[in-house]
Every structure is written in structure tokens, then in C-alpha cells.
């Protein structure tokens, strides 16, 4: 019995690189269904925002459809040495049955003593090896399972899967021919986020911004702007108050959630890129639109010193976009939004983490964003409404209309001469953000 241990170990070595094959040879195709995974869960408020949860499944499933003929063929031959290894485990068996036999006919042994000793050695040995090398993971197993099937049994009040809610009648019948901006109306809005219940961020918060208007947020850190865009955007609803979107006075809660979003622009502090190419990260959850209106678009992002040239279109930009530089970055995430025709736009501190020269081609690109657009059907002019979030108070002198938020609360608003004139919390911002 000791001389099948070698047998039996060279055939649980077969198997172990068998294993390590599999791993090691995964095609590239499967590689990038993981990297797009990741992706995905890494960056889910961005694929939410921009109402691309379709196209990055549809984007996974041809990834691992197209790995399927590399893992055929690397699958058959790791079942062929699968099977040669069970083989040799069997024959090791049969072998051992065999001299056995011989014991039980030339040395008496009887046989219930050789089978016991013999099938008790191997199938012990084959059942604990196996039982023992997942001991281990049981308890981790088993709290993974409950946190899924947790998840699973949940559900969202925010479901942008959902066709429940009101979409385009809210504008009327031609809104596709040039979008409508939007009025938004806060009411007494208050807001705690789920997870911190006994932290109140908003605090009865109400505004009005006229369709059209490009309005500033400003106030001191942790004062609850960020949290007015994460409401507009539908990843929560508040506690307390209503969200009014005109013409039609309806509240953002009875909206769509898929198709609000499609008319939401937004640019973040800083920009989720993919890691796909440069053409790809620009069109990321955009209507059909043709080439040589987005190559237009692009340019009035100010895209034309690195698109095409520097970085071809076809170019892949690695994870997170890491080929491009902040300010690179930063553009085309203000193509990506200006590709969606937004009704509303947002912008989130978009130039607070650049360099001077590149905040100054960015600070261009905005207020592109933030002038009338063209409609290519009938000519009219639509301008979005927009909301800049803004700690650089120099970047918002021009704006239709700001809202200083402190506390939760607004507690001044008006143009930028006209808080300066009030000398308050504004005028102190600005002071001290000249200084």
C-alpha cells in the first residue's frame, strides 16, 4: 500500500495543475468581462446616472460569449487530464485490491480484514483531503450566502429597471424636436441618508431655479450641497418635503427613474472613465448619435489638442482612464455629458483638483456647457438648466443666480454683486477665497 503513495501523489499533482491551468490560461475576452465587472461595481453610481445598466450587461454577455470557444478548448484538455489522474487514483486502487487478493490466498488474511483495511485507508484518505481543504470557508460560506439571498429578497424603492413612473408626457409630445430645460422646485425638503439616521443633512431646504438658468451652490463644507445633486439624480428620495420638476408641477418622486436620468448631465469632481477606448468613454450611455456630430460636440469640449492626435480614437485609455491626465479626463466627461442633450446639467466642482493651466481650458468647456445649444431639427435654441457646485468662487461670478446652503438650509441668494452688497456668509466666502 505505502509503494501507490507515489502514484497517488503524482496524481493529486496532475489535478493541482490542472487547476492552475485553468486560471492561468483564461482568454483575453473573459479577462475584460472581469475587468468590466469590476467596473461596474466600483463605478455603479456613474453606469446609474447615465442610465447604462442595458448596454454594460449587454457589454459583459458578449465578453463571455466570445470566450467561449478559448474555454472549450482549454476545459477539454483539462477534463482529458483530469480523467488521466482519476485513472491513475483508480488503478492504484485496482492495484491494491490485487495484492489483496494475493495476501488473502497466501498469508490468510481474511477478507472482510482486507477490504476493511484497504477501502478504509483509501476512501478515508480521499474524503478527508477533500472535506478538509473547505473547512475553512463553511462559516464564511454560509454568512455570504445570507448577505445574498438578503440582497436578493430587498426591494428598492428607486428601481431604475422599473417602467413605473411618468416620462415623456411631463413635456408633451415633441419633446425630442429641441429638449426643454427644467424648473426645479425645493419645498421644505428634508433629508438623513439611510445609514446615518440621527444625522439631519437638510433642514427644510427650499429654492426655486428657473428653466434655463445657470445656478451656483456654494456654502461651507458638509452644509448639504452635494446632497441636492444626489436627490436630482434619484439615488435617494428625500424624508421630508417635495422635489417639483416644471413645466408640468410634477414631483420628481412620480418620475421615471430611468428616464430622468437620460436627461440629467453630469460632471463630477472627479471623472469615471473606462477602461475602454477614447471613442467608447465619450458616447458611454448616449443616444445614437452620428460621428460627425460627436466629433462637433468634442471640439466644444475642448477635446481637440489630444482627441485623434495625441490619443486616437480607437485607443484603449486602461483602467479608470489612467492613460489621460486630469484635465484630459476632465473633458471628456463634459463631452459625455453634453452628448446626452441634457435638460439639466450638474457640475460638481468640476475644476477644484486641476492645475491652473488645465482648469483654465476646462473652466473653457463649461461654459460651453452652460450657453444655448442648437437643435439640429427646427433651430431653436435650448438652453439646460444648470447647477454648479463651486468652492473656487471666481468661477461663478457670472451665474444667473446663487444659492449660499449652510447647515442644510439656504440662507442667501442672489446674484453675485448683490451677496457681496450684503456683506454675509457669501461675502465672507468670497473674502477669504480672494485672500
Given at each position: 500500500?505505502?509503494?501507490m ?5 503524482g ?14 490560461n483564461k482568454?483575453?475576452?473573459?479577462l475584460?468581462a472581469n ?5 461596474t ?13 442595458q448596454?454594460?450587461r ?5 465578453l463571455?460569449?466570445?470566450s467561449?470557444?478559448h ?12 480523467g488521466i489522474?482519476?485513472g ?7 492495484l491494491g ?20 483495511s ?15 481543504a473547505?473547512?475553512?470557508d ?6 455570504a ?11 428598492s ?29 425645493f419645498?421644505?425638503?428634508?433629508f ?12 427644510g ?26 436627490l436630482?439624480?434619484r439615488?435617494y428620495?428625500?424624508?421630508g418635503?417635495?422635489?417639483?420638476v416644471?413645466?408640468?408641477?410634477a414631483?420628481?418622486?412620480d418620475m ?13 469632481q472627479e471623472?469615471?472613465?473606462f477602461?475602454?477606448?477614447l471613442?467608447?468613454?465619450?458616447r458611454?450611455?448616449?443616444p445614437?448619435?452620428d460621428r460627425?456630430e ?7 469640449a475642448?477635446?481637440n489638442?489630444?482627441a ?9 485609455l486602461g483602467?479608470r482612464g ?6 484630459q479626463?476632465?473633458?471628456v ?8 442633450h ?5 457640475l ?7 492645475d ?16 444655448a ?7 431653436t435654441a435650448a ?5 454648479i ?7 461663478i461670478?457670472?451665474?444667473?443666480l446663487?444659492l449660499?446652503i ?6 442667501e441668494?442672489g ?8 456683506e ?6 468670497y ?5
Amino acid at each position: 500500500m505505502l509503494a501507490m503513495l507515489p502514484l497517488m501523489a503524482g496524481a493529486g499533482g496532475i489535478q493541482m495543475a490542472v487547476s492552475i491551468g485553468l486560471d492561468k490560461n483564461k482568454s483575453a475576452d473573459s479577462l475584460a468581462a472581469n475587468q468590466v465587472a469590476s467596473d461596474t461595481v466600483q463605478n455603479i453610481k456613474t453606469i446609474c446616472a447615465l442610465v447604462s445598466e442595458q448596454w454594460t450587461r449587454n457589454l459583459f454577455q458578449d465578453l463571455l460569449q466570445r470566450s467561449v470557444p478559448h474555454q472549450a478548448r482549454t476545459s477539454s484538455w483539462a477534463a482529458l487530464w483530469y480523467g488521466i489522474s482519476q485513472g491513475i487514483l483508480f488503478f492504484s486502487v485496482a492495484l491494491g485490491f490485487w495484492y489483496g487478493s494475493k495476501l488473502v490466498q497466501d498469508e490468510g488474511l481474511t477478507f472482510d480484514k482486507m477490504i476493511q483495511s484497504l477501502m478504509g485507508v483509501f476512501l478515508s484518505a480521499l474524503a478527508a483531503g477533500q472535506a478538509l481543504a473547505f473547512v475553512g470557508d463553511i462559516n464564511e460560506a454560509k454568512a455570504a450566502a445570507h448577505d445574498i439571498f438578503e440582497l436578493l429578497d430587498s426591494e428598492s424603492s428607486i428601481n431604475p429597471s422599473s417602467d413605473v413612473g411618468r416620462k415623456y408626457s411631463v413635456w408633451g409630445p415633441h419633446v425630442t424636436a429641441a429638449p426643454a430645460p427644467v424648473n426645479i422646485t425645493f419645498k421644505n425638503v428634508q433629508f438623513t441618508y439611510p445609514h446615518r439616521p440621527g444625522a439631519q443633512i437638510l433642514s427644510g431646504l427650499s429654492f426655486e431655479i428657473e428653466a434655463g438658468k445657470t445656478v451656483a451652490l456654494v456654502g461651507p463644507s458638509g452644509g448639504g450641497k452635494s446632497t441636492v445633486f444626489a436627490l436630482l439624480q434619484r439615488f435617494y428620495d428625500p424624508t421630508g418635503g417635495e422635489i417639483l420638476v416644471e413645466p408640468a408641477q410634477a414631483q420628481l418622486e412620480d418620475m421615471n427613474v430611468a428616464w430622468w436620468r437620460s436627461q440629467v448631465g453630469f460632471v463630477a469632481q472627479e471623472p469615471v472613465l473606462f477602461d475602454l477606448t477614447l471613442e467608447e468613454n465619450v458616447r458611454y450611455g448616449a443616444p445614437p448619435i452620428d460621428r460627425p456630430e460627436m466629433l462637433s460636440i468634442c471640439a466644444r469640449a475642448g477635446m481637440n489638442d489630444f482627441a485623434g492626435n495625441k490619443v486616437a480614437w480607437d485607443a484603449g485609455l486602461g483602467p479608470r482612464g489612467g492613460l489621460l491626465s486630469g484635465g484630459q479626463k476632465q473633458r471628456v466627461a463634459i463631452a459625455r455629458a453634453l452628448m446626452r442633450h441634457p435638460r439639466l446639467l450638474m457640475l460638481d466642482e468640476a475644476t477644484s483638483a486641476l492645475d491652473s493651466a488645465s482648469e483654465a481650458v476646462v473652466q473653457k468647456a463649461i461654459d460651453e456647457l452652460t450657453t444655448a445649444r442648437q437643435s439640429s431639427t427646427d433651430g431653436t435654441a435650448a438652453k439646460p438648466t444648470t447647477l454648479i457646485i463651486a468652492h473656487r468662487l471666481s468661477t461663478i461670478t457670472n451665474a444667473d443666480l446663487i444659492l449660499v446652503i449652510a447647515g442644510g438650509r439656504l440662507v442667501e441668494q442672489g446674484t453675485h454683486s448683490e451677496l457681496l452688497a450684503k456683506e454675509g456668509v457669501y461675502y465672507d466666502l468670497y473674502q477669504k477665497g480672494s485672500s
